[in-house]
């Protein structure tokens, strides 16, 4: 119940969320020998699910073929073990490929303090062979490489995105200030054998909330991600990442002005819709803690706002399908956690009522939305074990 009391006692610090001693990313390592509640999850185009996690030091894959109620026997994607980053908003992810290809990132702490690596491997037989690991960016400096967001765009390309740390470096050695860290990503062509020299995306990023990556309908990625603008302001940006390396130009698309010295820890949801509908779900406490819902308009204030959860309300995802969208989220309270979710039917303008649609009073960890076969399901790993819970559209619902 270790991760219940911790939230308990954010709930009674509004205003500093999961603030650090140092402005830096803390990171939480599984050790070696211990299991880690960070998992990502994705369904193949036959309806196959794909899960990876980390237990002793290994980063594992199974799949299931009755919608996550069994699971296959793990597969270790790294023959040797490592120090890897499973735990807050740090997890291994898996994305699946136009061909069934399977491609797995994960991050590895260094020695160093706060020096990581971003780890990828991948699988063209199903899963039951991975290649050899490989570190994603060039840059090998022992600094932050670290909560790596993976995805794959329509012409198949692999992009993994990571917040990076060497501009802040950069700014130390010759004595100027820098703002939060910075955002880089990396493409590959060739199913993941070789990455191209990374990218930067953009400077002054916060330091360890979740990057948000998401396929669009014209084949390309978008990426939603908190930053650190000027006087400590924690909202949020898009952009789109281009395929060729060429510049991209975030922009602001969240207008909160929550002022916090450190990181929440509470990284944004993104989902494209059909006339690249950009629904996303975000975390911010200005006025006391919130998670809000609005479809993107970048350099504007997102429209159809609605907050969809107060105090105790944490990580958020969305997910959207022709004119359904679905949002998920943790609930804790005293009881232990609930996962909630609302739908809409009428592609984000009005939402269902709140409804609990799983609990657990053992610790959890960051819900996932995924689509399938146009219907929604949560990916939720808790320390009790994995499960997938259909996301049902209210008329699907009974009392």
């Known amino acids: 119940m270790y991760g219940l009391l911790v939230s308990l006692v954010l709930l009674t ?11 830096h990313a803390h990171m939480a390592v599984a050790s070696t020998g211990s299991t880690a509640l960070g998992a990502a999850a994705a369904f193949d185009t036959h309806g196959r699910l ?22 296959s026997a793990p597969v270790p994607v790294n023959t040797d073990a490592q120090k890897i980053d499973a735990s807050g908003e740090n997890h291994p992810d898996i994305a699946i490929g136009p061909h ?11 020695a160093q303090k706060w020096a990581s690596e971003v780890w990828f491997a991948s699988s063209t037989d199903a899963g039951k062979h991975f290649s050899e690991p490989a570190i994603v960016h060039h840059d090998r400096t022992p600094i932050t490489h670290s909560f790596g967001a993976l995805a794959v765009d329509g012409s198949g390309r692999v992009v993994v995105a990571w917040i990076d740390s060497r501009g802040m470096a950069a700014a130390m050695a010759q004595d100027k200030p820098y703002r939060g860290l910075a955002i880089y990503y990396a493409s590959s062509t060739d199913e993941g054998k070789t990455f191209g020299i990374e990218h930067k995306l953009v400077d002054h990023s916060c330091e360890c909330c979740r990057l948000a990556l998401a396929p669009t309908p014209d084949g390309s990625i978008a990426a939603m991600f908190r ?11 898009f952009a789109l990442l281009s395929a060729a390396g060429e510049a991209a130009t975030p922009q602001r698309v969240t207008y909160s002005d929550w002022k916090i010295a450190a990181c929440p820890e509470q990284g944004p949801g993104l989902a494209i819709g059909a006339g690249d509908a950009r629904h996303a779900v975000w975390y911010e406490s200005a006025h006391g803690p919130a998670i809000w819902y609005g479809q993107l308009r970048p350099g504007h ?37 609930q996962l909630m979710a609302r739908t809409s039917r009428d592609g984000g303008k009005s939402f269902d009522p709140a409804m609990a649609i799983a609990s657990s009073a053992s610790a959890v960890y960051s819900p ?32």
């Open 13 to 23: 610090l509004p205003y500093v969320a999961a603030a650090h001693e140092d402005a």
């Open 50 to 71: 794909w899960l990876v996690s980390v237990r002793a030091g290994h980063v594992l894959v199974r799949h299931s073929d009755d919608f996550g109620k069994t699971l």
């Open 100 to 110: 069934g290809q399977i491609y797995v990132t994960w991050v590895q702490p260094l």
């Open 227 to 237: 930053m650190n603008y000027p006087g400590n302001v924690r909202d949020h940006a």
């Open 301 to 337: 204030k997102p429209q159809y706002q609605l907050q969809i959860g107060g105090p105790g309300a944490r990580h958020a995802d969305v997910a959207v399908h022709a004119d359904t969208v679905w949002l998920v989220w943790n609930q804790v309270d005293a009881n232990g956690y």
């Open 368 to 399: 996932q939305l995924l689509v399938h076969d146009g219907a929604a399901y949560a990916a939720w790993n808790t320390a009790s074990g994995f499960r997938l819970i259909r996301v049902a559209a209210s008329a699907e619902r009974t009392p």
